[in-house]
């Protein structure tokens, strides 16, 4: 079945780290998101990427960096600048906005 | 600036306790409008997709309308599995970006 894997499902980050978030999709989509939700506020767009090679930046994109070096792939690191990266991290793609975004399962970051 | 609200922020029904959400939204070239339901601590799942005032959705027990400024989930006679948080989404410019609301969390008891 085709969908989007997000990896790990948990993830602990000790002060000063980068950490990398992975999402895998087999859903032949072009485009590529990444959104933060914390408690008590809407999901916030990251990055987002429509095209390998390209992507730009959301409204919360300090302290974040992205590749789309392949068009499954659109990994997330949370660099050391990110001062509050505790979050519930989601990845979703799309063919088309009249389909809807498929979002993964999540990644929950905690600094420790 | 472009906004969306949606309310309540929580509800709680009775199994067949019919109900309604809300999104309004102010927005500048909609370029749809998005519901979307989430269980906890799992990604959010597509549900439905309004372009045009006037139009209406159904999925099941669910039903989707728009209006100019504002968007309604219809829940018909609930039942504890429609537990869960719904959020709501506008397109807004290039790039097929969704802005997302902070959600209506319902919870449907025996």
């Known amino acids: 079945d085709g969908g989007i894997t997000q990896s790990p499902k948990y993830l602990f980050r000790k002060e000063g780290q980068n950490v990398t978030l992975s999402c895998e999709q087999n859903?032949?989509?072009?485009?590529m998101y990444w959104y933060r939700q914390d408690p008590g506020q809407g999901l916030r767009l990251i990055y987002y990427s429509q095209i390998v090679n390209d992507f730009q930046k959301g409204d919360i994109a300090e302290g974040y960096s992205v590749s789309r070096e392949k068009k499954e792939s659109f990994p997330l690191t949370v660099t050391s600048a990110q001062k509050n990266p505790t979050a519930f991290y989601l990845c979703a793609s799309t063919l088309g906005t009249a389909n809807g975004y498929t979002f993964g399962s999540g990644t929950r970051l905690t600094v420790v | 600036e472009d906004q969306v609200t949606q309310s309540p922020e929580a509800l709680r029904l009775q199994e067949g306790e019919s109900s309604s959400l809300n999104c309004s939204y102010t927005v500048s070239g909609l370029r749809g409008l998005f519901w979307y339901r989430q269980d906890p601590g799992k990604g959010p799942e597509f549900l439905f997709t309004?372009?045009?005032a006037g139009e209406e959705k159904e999925k099941e027990r669910l039903k989707a309308t728009l209006t100019k400024k504002e968007s309604f989930l219809h829940i018909t006679a609930p039942k504890p599995e429609d537990s869960a948080t719904y959020l709501c989404?506008?397109?807004?410019?290039?790039?097929?970006?969704?802005?997302f609301g902070t959600g209506t969390q319902l919870k449907v008891e025996l």
């Open positions: 309004l372009y045009s």
């Open positions: 989404a506008v397109g807004l410019g290039g790039g097929n970006k969704l802005t």
């Open positions: 859903l032949n989509h072009d485009a």
